[in-house]
Nanobody, 116 residues
Framework: VQLQASGGGLVQAGGSLRLSCAAS????????MNWFRQAPGKEREFVAS????????SYADSVKDRFTISADSAKIMVYLQMNSLKPEDTAVYYC??????????WGQGTLVTVSS
């Protein structure tokens, strides 16, 4: 499977963006789709995940109550709705698939810039 992330851009603090991650085909079985981000000069960090079966979601404390991860019913598209954006949310955002305990597929990243 291939992943394609999109939806990044420039937004003012307090604004919103929705990122999308398109999979080239549906994954079967148990797996999780994740969003990570990497700010300039910092390590890549976990943002959010959604796990199947069940559709359970998990968030980093720094984005909880501001970001929402979701997916379409076909499980081809995964979204990250980002509200109340802060300058510290500025980063390249990546989607990644985790199966069997490892992240086996990564998207190319989309840049989010939040101005103060």
């Amino acid at each position: 499977v291939q992943l394609q992330a999109s939806g990044g851009g420039l937004v003012q603090a307090g604004g919103s963006l929705r990122l999308s991650c398109a999979a080239s085909r549906r994954t079967l079985g148990s797996y999780a789709m994740n969003w990570f981000r990497q700010a300039p000069g910092k390590e890549r960090e976990f943002v959010a995940s959604i796990t199947w079966p069940g559709g359970w979601t998990s968030y980093a404390d720094s984005v909880k109550d501001r970001f929402t991860i979701s997916a379409d019913s076909a499980k081809i598209m995964v979204y990250l709705q980002m509200n109340s954006l802060k300058p510290e949310d500025t980063a390249v955002y990546y989607c990644a698939r985790r199966r069997g305990g490892s992240f086996d597929t990564w998207g190319q990243g989309t840049l989010v810039t939040v101005s103060s």
